[in-house]
Structures are given as C-alpha cells and as structure tokens.
C-alpha cells in the first residue's frame, strides 16, 4: 500500500528541493591515513606520551651537552680521588673505605647532591666515581639505540618473510614457518643471552661483516634476530588471508610482477598493523636490552646502558639506591610512553577500534 | 585422534633435533674460545691441549661431534665442560627450584590476570577500569629483575622493613613454612608483569565477546548477568587466555625464568643455564634448551587438546 504524500511530509522530492536550494560542498575523499590520524588526534593521552617519549629522546640527545657544560665530565671518567663541593663543603666523591669508628666499612660513593652540587653528581656517583646522572643519559642513548634500531631490523626481515611466505605458498612458506615454530620453541631470554654472550668474547667475522667485541651493534642484532618469528607470525597470518582477496587476482591477471604484489598491492595494506608492531617492540627490545645487559649478555662494560647501570648499581644497592632506582624508573617511563602511544596508535589504526571506544 | 597424536609427536621429535641443532651450529659458527684450552686449565702445554682435543673429540668433524653430544645427552652421562658435574643430574638438582617458583607463579598470575580482566571489562570505561588499566600498564612495563632487586631492597634488606627473608630457596621437604615464606617475593614479582598482559588481553576479549548475538540472546531473555558472564562469555574469552598460559607456563617450568631465579638467588634450572652461559659452556645450555623446548613442544600440544575441548568448533590440527 503506497503512502500518499500529503504536505508538509517530509519525503525524499522535498529532501532534493532542499539539498538544491544548499550551496553545493565538495565531498573530499579521505584517505585511510587521514582518517587514522584524525582519530589519532583526539587520543590526548596517547599524545601526551608520545610527547613524553620524544622529551626522553632529546634529553638522551642532549647527553653530550649535560655532560660538558652542568656536570663537567664524561660518561666514563672517574673521580675516585676527588672531592666535590656540595654545599660549599669539600666532600670526597668516593669515601675511602677502611676502619671508621672501629668499623669495618667498604668505600662507599657520593649520594644525590640533587641541586646543592652545582651540576655535579646530581644523582651521585657509582663505585668507581662516575657521574650517575651522566651516565644515565648516555645510558639512555645506548638503550634507545638499540630499542628503536633493532626493531626496525626486526620488523623489515618480518616483513620480508611474512610476504614472501604467504605470496609464494608452498615450499618457501613451509620453510619459513618452520623456521618460526622452531622460534618459538626456544624461550626467548636463553636464546637471547647465549646468541648474546658467544657474540661478546670475539666478535663476529663471517661473511664479510665484521663487528667487534663489545660493539652495540651485537645486542642490537641479536635482540632483533630473537624476535623476528614473533612479529613474523602473525603478519604471514594477515597476509595470507589478502593473499586470497580478489584485488590480489586482479593485479595477477594484469601481469603483475612478484615484487610488485608483495611491495606495492600486499605491503601498503598491511602497514598499520607494521606500524604498531613497530612502535611496540621498541618497548619489548628496551626490556630486553635491559634483561641482556643485567645478565652481561648485552651491552659491554664501560658502555652505560640502563641495564648495565641496574646491575652495577645492585651491589650498592642498600647504601645507594639511586644507583639502580634511576635507570630503572627512566626504562619504565620509556617503556610505558611507547606501551600507551602503540595502543592508542592501533586504535586509530585498527577500524574495529571505533566499537570498543563507544562502549 | 590418533593421527593428531602421531603427527604432533613426529613434529615435537623434529622441532627438539632442530632446536639441539641449531644450538650446536650457534657454538661452532661463533667463535667463543676453544673448550680444549678451558678445560686444560691456565698452565697447560699445547701438548696437554692437543690431548685434551683429541680425547674430547673436538678435533672430529662437527656432524660427528653432535651426535656424540647428542648420544650422550640421551643416556644422562653428559659432563660440563668447566666443572666436569654431570649435567643431567645438575638439571634434576634445579628442578625443585624452578616448578615451586614456576607452579605458584602461575597460579598467581592466572588467577589475578582472570580477576584483573574481568573487572575492568565489567566496568569499562568507569574510573576502576582507567586505574586497573594504569596498573596493568605498568606491570608489563616493569623490568622484572629491577622489580626483583627494588623489592628486595625495599621488603627485605630493610630499605622499608627486612620482614621477608633475602632470596635463596628452602626445599618443601626440609620447611614447607619457610619455603612458602622465601617464595612470596619471587612468585609476586614473576607473576606481576603476566597479571598485567592478561588482564589486558582479557578485558579487550570479554568486551569483544560482549558484542556477539548470542550474548544480547542471553541477556534478552533474562539470565542473570553473573550467569551471562560466567557461562556464556567467559567460556569463549578465556580460550585465548588458556593458549597463553600454556605456553607461557612452560617456558617459566623450562628455565625461562632465568631473571627472577638470577634476582632471587633460587638455584634453579634457569640460574643454572645464566651460569653456565658465562662461562661459555656448551653441554649444560645444550641440556637446559632441550629441557626447556620440550616443556614448550609439550605444552603446546596440550593447548591444542584443551583448545578442542573448551571450543567444540575447533578441531585440533
């Protein structure tokens, strides 16, 4: 039973006469991107801690600059036999140790002058009378180094992998799961720490790379190389299933070249989920770093990282607390600003996302 | 059933011969000093060293040298290179260690992950979901041995009070009181960064789950919400969960938790393996990865079974 249209009912002819009597607006098409990143803006939180990211980033950049012109030292230098005027008073940056009061006590270093050193020793000296707060930043340098390095190799080889698996099928894709599972069999840590401490006795000589021992490029290839079958895995999963769209067939059709399905049809639509792996496992390499480091695995002595500085720290750890308390509250404020803007950043990336906000 | 048993287990044998491989290979591409001169001591003539070489057999072609190796790990007369113990009986002397920390951990950590999950999935969006959230953050931020060290410092080198005891291990047999008591630090410290991924992955799954016809169905004709939530939308969320624990229970029980056991001074199989990986010695790490890749092989095969049983509609491959 047709309705009649009756006056003043809004039906869609009126709807027309209105939209005509309206100056006409452009409809712009938004890419995916622009619409990721206008939801990305709104996500406060998530910017503040990339904000907070990037000023630990420059404040680690700055290193150098700390160290020449407020603490007057180098990252490695010593003061064993120096004293510091704290308060206009001479104080040995490390007390000698010996019998004090019919004691026996061990030399025990300076403790935070905070502002009343002039710049120097802020957060105290460690057991052989280096500078805690310049180590820290130059730890920092080292530590981000490897976090934000080590992940982009990462994530290139899984990359690669993951879409040579899924486009060609077959042998090479059974070679490279296999290659995963076995990844998977080992925990993580052993691997890492005996990769990482046969890598620091000689060094690395094999066809044709040569690096050092001691060299940060070490935990930085081996943190990377333990954890390629982890982001490997699930990117092969996501390309496999696009492997089969009809956008894929088409291309194929077309003539298109191998090189150009996986890189120019298959890769731009896995990139966001490439992006938030990215950006979390920067968090997950810095934790490793520190862990590899602790264990002597990863980053070498006179190096500082923020894992060496926890493990020289623990020795003094009753007396000085700040020794191991700094690098360790500095990895989980890098640590939780990249947790906190890699989930903000899926959720703008990630369409689903839209439900679980509204809720 | 059968054949999933059958090609499961071909698959574990194959995965553990690779594993063992691919450990060996790492050994012998990378150069980390000749196990000759470490075993002939400091004072040794090349003479001494070239015997030592030709009695080990490091002077035979690799592939032979493996299977020696292997040969011996399968009859439990494998000996460390630096300490000449026998290497299966110091795995055997770290496992009390390792599954006390491991088995009380879990139960920790699942229980509190499940917890943590579904509370701040019942109250998403209110303020005790953002402060369950906060946490979790933090938990799976934290450095685990800087957590070990800080609350050592803190609950037991008298930073804030000495009440619990220093590390080390006391074996159920001998005190079970004290062994309760010297594990509560370890176990809250190994299980805080799992209870923050869990509860994390939980929440995101209750929610997803929440969504699903089958839970309005419930809900619209008037099941209580504790039930809908229990029976209906636990049931599916927790499958993920299960697959994690799994896997993750594991490779804490295989020596994976080598920065708690290292912390806490526990002697366990992971402790074991830091140790031996210092001085660069091949046959215990050979011992502990076997033992810990087949705790995992092992598991996983488990998960698959479970997985089958918890959701009808898969069936285990």
């Keep these: 039973m047709a309705q009649q249209a009756t006056e003043g009912e809004f039906t869609l002819d009126t709807a027309a006469v209105l939209a005509a009597g309206e100056p006409a607006s452009a409809i712009r098409g938004r890419s995916p991107w622009y619409l990721a990143w206008r939801r990305l803006r709104r996500n406060y939180v998530a910017f503040f801690f990339l904000g907070l990211f990037i000023l630990i980033c420059v404040a680690c950049l700055l290193a150098p600059v700390y160290a020449k012109h407020v603490a007057g030292t180098g990252p490695n230098q010593q003061h064993v036999l120096e004293n510091v005027r704290v308060n206009g008073k001479l104080v040995p940056v490390v007390s000698s140790g010996g019998i004090v009061n019919g004691k026996l006590t061990s030399a025990i270093p300076i403790g935070p002058t905070w502002f009343s050193g002039g710049g120097k020793f802020v957060l105290g000296a460690d057991a052989i009378g280096r500078d805690v707060a310049v180590r820290l930043l130059y730890g920092g340098r080292t530590s981000l180094f490897i976090g934000i390095v080590s992940s982009l190799i990462c994530t290139f080889f899984a990359v690669i992998l993951a879409l040579l698996a899924a486009y060609y099928g077959g042998w090479g894709d059974f070679t490279i799961t296999r290659f995963f599972d076995l990844m998977y069999a080992f925990p993580v840590i052993l691997l890492g720490i ?166 | 059933m059968a054949a999933f048993l059958v090609r499961r287990t071909i698959g574990a044998i194959l995965v553990l011969v690779a594993v063992t491989f691919f450990v060996f290979v790492i050994f012998i591409v990378v150069p980390g000093g000749d196990p000759a001169e470490r ?36 009859t439990g007369s494998l000996v460390s290179y630096t300490s000449q113990q026998n290497v299966v009986q110091q795995i055997e002397q770290g496992m009390p260690a390792t599954f006390s920390l491991s088995i009380g951990a879990g139960v920790i950590w699942l229980f509190f992950g499940i917890l943590v999950g579904v509370i701040s999935a019942i109250s998403a969006g209110k303020f005790s979901d953002r402060a369950i959230t906060v946490l979790a953050l933090v938990g799976v931020s934290l450095p685990i041995f800087w957590l070990g060290i800080v609350t050592r410092y803190y609950l037991a080198e008298g930073g804030l009070t000495s009440f619990f005891p220093d590390g080390e291990y006391v074996p159920l047999t001998d005190n079970p009181a004290q062994w309760f008591f010297h594990l509560i630090l370890p176990w809250t410290v190994l299980a805080v960064g799992f209870i923050g991924f869990y509860g994390r992955v939980l929440r995101g799954n209750v929610l997803d789950t929440s969504n699903e016809d089958y839970v309005r169905t419930a809900k619209a004709k008037g099941l209580p919400p504790k039930r809908i939530m229990r029976k209906h939308i636990l049931r599916l969320s927790l499958i993920p969960i299960i697959t994690l624990f799994g896997l993750d229970f594991a490779g804490v029980l295989g020596g994976g938790a080598i920065l708690t056991e290292t912390v806490f001074d526990l002697h366990g199989v992971g402790q074991y393996a830091a140790q031996s990986i210092n001085n660069f010695d091949l046959p215990p790490i050979m011992g502990v990865t076997l033992y810990g890749a087949m705790f995992i092989v092992v598991f996983s095969v488990f998960v698959d079974l479970l997985y089958a049983y918890l959701d009808p509609r898969i069936r285990p491959t």
């Excluded at chain 1, 046969?198 to 021992?213: D, K, V």
């Excluded at chain 1, 990895?331 to 803007?341: Q, S």
């Design chain 1, 194 to 359: 005996a990769l990482g401490s046969a890598l620091a006795i000689n060094g690395f000589h094999h066809w044709g790379i040569n690096i050092q021992s001691g060299s940060i490029w070490i935990p930085t290839f081996v943190i990377s190389y333990v954890l390629v079958a982890y982001v490997g895995r699930p990117l092969r999963g996501q390309v496999l299933s696009l492997r089969q769209k009809e956008f894929i067939e088409a291309s194929i059709a077309q003539g298109a070249s191998p090189f150009r399905v996986m890189f120019i049809e298959l890769l731009p639509n896995i990139m966001s989920s490439v992006l938030v792996f990215f950006t979390l496992i920067i968090a997950t390499n810095i934790l490793l770093e520190s862990a590899l480091s602790f264990l002597g695995a990863g980053v070498q002595p006179p190096t500082a990282s923020w894992g060496t500085q926890i493990a020289d720290g623990q020795d003094l750890i009753v007396t000085r607390p700040w020794l191991s308390l700094a690098p360790g509250i500095m990895i989980v404020l890098t640590v939780v600003a990249l947790n906190v803007f890699g989930d903000g950043l899926r959720d703008a990336l990630d369409p689903r996302a839209k439900v679980r906000i509204q809720r």
């Design chain 2, 39 to 74: 075993i002939a001591g400091k004072n040794a003539t090349p003479q001494n060293i070239e015997n030592i070489r030709h009695d080990w057999g490091f002077d035979r072609p690799f592939y032979v040298q493996y299977y020696k190796m292997m040969e011996k790990m399968a």
